[in-house]
């Protein structure tokens, strides 16, 4: 089978934006890779190590390559394409005069080469990432999450998805509900699940999303610890309360919850800060990823508005985790 395959030329900073445009305009797969240079800060702080695959791209650099099926309108998915990452700039994130190439591809170029990079990668204390593929033997202690992302996003790997990892780490109880609202592969939402949540609610609108969500669940054995729906936060929560009169029974969490946790673009996030002040308990966690450096003041002030208390942050590169409590 052909595809056309887009390429992206463009900074580290814009590649989760980026390639969610991709994901978004259609696109059966997104490859990325970043610079290969020895010189990229990396946290080895729990033993971590990291292949360094050569190559030419500059520091700060990255590569982003999607893949549409034969047939697609690429006249208008380009178009497309070059006025949502040109409106990036409104939002302070550079994309370093970025360039942008098409070109077609047989699927065997492309559909599993990336899985060469994606290797076990100890994530906190307790979590590592497992690809289904790749071999290995957990340690005392170590929670394994098995992932084959597909076509979805998330492997755990980007700085936004492994702050969530371990501040889940840090927040999650024994016994919490927790709600997952932008689930992606599901890699939070079966994190929070290893780590002694009752049940995970993963919520994402991506039906690509939801399928990858629940596959992911099924390979690490929690069917029954989540249940993965296609909505975002408040259409779950609306729609079952109209169903059944009990806001979420059907849904294996309990409102309130004790815990909330999205990894979505800052943007995205204060749409819906009250929405998840109302679903949790008095003294519950609000986890919030995605958040770039420059968008990080108006988040916490959107946070603030609706009563939460930010109690910490942490950073990695130039991306942020906030989290917020209830009073």
């Known amino acids: 089978m052909r595809w056309h395959e887009v390429t992206v030329h463009t900074t580290e900073e814009a590649i989760e934006m980026i390639s969610n445009f991709i994901h978004e305009l259609g696109a059966g797969g997104v490859s990325i890779e970043e610079s290969g240079t020895l010189n990229k800060e990396r946290d080895t702080s729990l033993g971590q190590w990291y292949e360094l695959p050569l190559n030419d791209i500059p520091e700060g650099r990255a590569v982003i390559k999607g893949y549409f099926a034969d047939g697609s309108d690429m006249e208008a998915i380009m178009d497309q394409l070059k006025r949502s990452v040109a409106q990036l700039t409104e939002f302070d994130i550079d994309t370093g005069n970025p360039s942008f ?7 065997e170029d492309w559909a599993n080469a990336w899985k060469q990079y994606f290797k076990p990668l100890r994530i906190s204390e307790r ?6 593929w790749e071999e290995y033997t957990a340690g005392p202690d170590e929670l394994i999450i098995e992932l084959d992302p597909g076509m979805a996003f998330g492997t755990g790997t980007h ?5 969530c990892l371990r501040t889940l780490e840090q927040v999650i109880r ?15 939402a079966i994190a929070a699940a290893k780590l002694g ?5 993963a919520l994402d609108l991506d039906p690509v999303a939801v399928s990858s969500a629940n596959e992911n669940s099924r390979l690490n054995g929690l069917e029954n610890g989540i249940t993965v729906k296609q909505s975002d936060l408040l ?12 806001p979420a029974s059907a849904l294996g969490v309990n409102i309130p919850v004790q815990v909330v946790v999205a990894n979505i673009l800052a943007e995205i996030i204060l749409l819906f800060v009250q929405d998840v002040y109302d679903v949790l308990a008095p003294g519950g966690t609000y986890v919030v990823s995605g958040v770039i ?27 942020v985790v906030i989290i917020a409590r209830k009073p």
Do not use: M
């Open 101 to 107: 190439e098409l070109q077609d591809v047989d699927d």
């Open 127 to 132: 979590l590592t990432i497992k690809p289904t």
């Open 159 to 163: 700085a936004t998805t492994s702050l």
């Open 174 to 188: 024994p016994g919490d509900d927790v709600i997952d609202v932008g689930t992606g592969s599901g890699v939070l």
């Open 197 to 201: 949540a009752r049940h995970v609610l």
């Open 235 to 246: 259409q779950v929560l609306r729609e079952n309360a109209s169903e059944t009169g009990e």
């Open 293 to 319: 450096k420059s968008k990080q003041d108006d988040v916490e002030q959107g946070l603030a508005a609706a009563g939460f208390q930010v109690t910490e942050r942490h950073e990695d590169q130039d991306w």
